[in-house]
């Protein structure tokens, strides 16, 4: 963890634009628990609004455009309770997400979102999906315990970079 870490603190410290310290975020994520896919949404509960600001696939997860966000059994979970939601069967994601055939097709079977806290209220997630059955519990103690605080320095960073 150190030695990821470290590197991650570099990487972001040194990051000059939104994109290369959600990068870093991606790089630190995919060493600790693995994410094949690798997305950050942000989300203005104002306006109701999700925001895909980094993805890892742009082919498939474009990085632009918004979406509405939907009050589901998912959202109570993130944003109700700031509970990771974790799936680890292609079944499980296809009960809260309609796009689960294209996780499907892209190898994905297992998904962690992680919610990002600023004043207690969620201003965005942190989206990593792997193999099936990928996110066992230490995995998911790992995104809870060692990605949170990273997630709330990339976001602050992304937010003072414009």
Not at 53 to 78: C, M
Request: with cysteine; charged share 15%.
């Amino acid at each position: 963890m150190t030695d990821h870490l470290a590197t991650f603190t570099a990487a972001l410290g040194a990051a000059e634009t939104p994109e290369a310290a959600q990068a870093a975020l991606h790089r630190l994520a995919d060493a600790l628990i693995g994410a094949k896919l690798f997305t950050v949404m942000r989300v203005d509960m104002e306006a109701g609004l999700a925001r895909r600001s980094y993805t890892s696939d742009a082919e498939n997860y474009p990085g632009s455009g918004t979406k509405p966000i939907q009050q589901d059994s998912w959202f109570d979970v993130v944003n109700g309770r700031h509970e990771l939601f974790v799936a680890n069967t292609l079944a499980d994601i296809a009960r809260v997400f309609p796009d689960h055939e294209l996780i499907g097709s892209l190898g994905c079977g297992s998904v962690i979102n992680l919610p990002v806290l600023r004043g207690g209220a969620l201003i965005g997630t942190v989206n990593m999906l792997d193999v099936e059955g990928n996110y066992t519990p230490e995995r998911q103690s790992a995104a809870l315990n060692q990605l949170t605080l990273p997630a709330i320095a990339t976001l602050a960073t992304v937010d003072a970079l414009g």
